[in-house]
């Protein structure tokens, strides 16, 4: 694969205007219902937007640290070298790998790429918003269908809610659920929707989980784009490093769109190191486990409500506006995530360190303690397997 820095130029007529709306990430959604945030500080707790406190593994953050000397050149061959090395480990050809600064921009791109006013974005409700800002950013529509019982996406409700959709977006794990859509159902979806529509399948959160890749329907050529990111579970969303794969001619409609896009030597160093670790993913999959259901164990003690997740965040069902919650958790530094429209008295909470949960459920409790000053919004959704 070679990159060229002048190609861009052939696109940038798209590439001016997507560049827009490609900003849609998951801090500027926090910032969004909190735009008082304070700086960040280390005697506060900052469990509001998805981040890993971890930073990067150590041999990423010593890659990082040897890739400085080398900010001063653009160093193009160690992004391929990610590209083959990402191909190699999961049985893909390096032509089905693109990487971008994070993965919200080809989350953005593939908006444009593949959906238009006749053709709509279907998404999940709750889900990660960027889809469908996205979308009504550039007039097209965008369907929103309720998550089933157990917080899957709603394949079959996907496809009956458009005959002729663009783009189906799916993340699994959830996001703010940290809910898993099962393998089979993307089967099932790629198998009936529309003839030339496209599943986006956003698996940011997937290492946290024991959810089933599915980097191998992409190898299979199927009507498949899958993002990846070194956000999460690898702590470099402040580094900015994603992955697109896609069979080449999905990949060449998403490229055109946003045009030639540059990753960070520093942020490419990390990730390659990143990878090379084999111990990471198993280690802090396990270390995030033990801190939410460590969280778990106690909202269930304390009869809390929340839905059960896989990934390093959940909903948690708070019973009153969620803005009294956030505001008073704030003022004791313990920064929460956002609420969804669907989902009136439900705030997303992050899975920080064991430190950081325990200064939450503390904070928590004391403010759940206080008196509701305000009246509480109907649900609007059916509940299942809540604890309470």
């Not at 919200?104 to 990660?128: C, I, M, N």
């Not at 979308?135 to 917080?151: M, N, R």
């Not at 698996?203 to 024991?210: N, R, T």
């Not at 956000?231 to 994603?242: D, E, H, Q, T, V």
Request: net charge neutral; proline share 7%.
């Amino acid at each position: 694969m070679t990159f060229d820095r002048r190609s861009f130029l052939r696109t940038a007529g798209f590439a001016s205007v997507a560049a827009a709306v490609a900003n849609f990430t998951e801090s500027q959604f926090a910032l969004a219902q909190r735009p008082d945030m304070p700086r960040f500080s280390r005697d506060a707790v900052f469990i509001n937007a998805n981040e890993n406190p971890l930073g990067p593994c150590d041999a990423a953050l010593a890659a990082m640290a040897s890739a400085v000397v080398d900010c001063g050149r653009y160093r193009d061959d160690l992004t391929v070298d990610l590209i083959h090395l990402f191909a190699e480990q999961f049985g893909l050809r390096p032509e089905y790998v693109s990487p971008y600064p994070g993965s919200s921009q080809p989350l953005t791109y593939s908006v444009w790429a593949f959906a238009d006013k006749e053709r709509p974005v279907v998404v999940g409700d709750p889900g990660y918003e960027a889809a469908g800002h996205t979308a009504a950013f550039a007039g097209i529509p965008s369907i929103k269908v309720p998550l089933t019982s157990t917080y899957a996406h709603d394949v079959k409700g996907m496809v009956a809610a458009s005959p002729n959709a663009g783009l189906y977006y799916i993340a699994s794990p959830n996001n703010p659920t940290g809910t898993v859509t099962p393998r089979a159902d993307v089967e099932w979806l790629l198998a009936n929707k529309p003839k030339g529509s496209i599943v986006l399948l956003d698996e940011a959160y997937i290492h946290f989980s024991d959810a089933t890749p599915c980097l191998d329907l992409v190898a299979q050529d199927k009507d498949i784009v899958v993002l990846r990111t070194f956000s999460k579970l690898y702590g470099m969303a402040g580094a900015r490093l994603g992955l697109v794969v896609a069979r080449p001619d999905l990949m060449k409609k998403i490229e055109a769109i946003g045009g030639w896009t540059f990753c960070p030597v520093t942020a490419v160093q990390g990730g390659i190191a990143a990878l090379k670790d084999t111990t990471v993913v198993a280690k802090r999959k396990q270390l995030n486990a033990a801190a939410r259901q460590e969280t778990f164990e106690w909202l269930t003690s304390k009869s809390f409500s929340f839905v059960p997740s896989e990934a390093n965040h959940f909903m948690l069902d708070t019973k009153r506006p969620t803005k009294q919650v956030i505001d008073s958790m704030a003022a004791k530094k313990i920064y929460i995530g956002r609420a969804w429209p669907a989902w009136p008295t439900h705030v997303r909470i992050t899975v920080g360190t064991r430190d950081e949960m325990a200064r939450f459920r503390a904070a928590f409790e004391e403010v759940m303690a206080q008196p509701l000053n305000a009246n509480i919004p109907s649900h609007t959704h059916t509940r299942t397997e809540l604890f309470s």
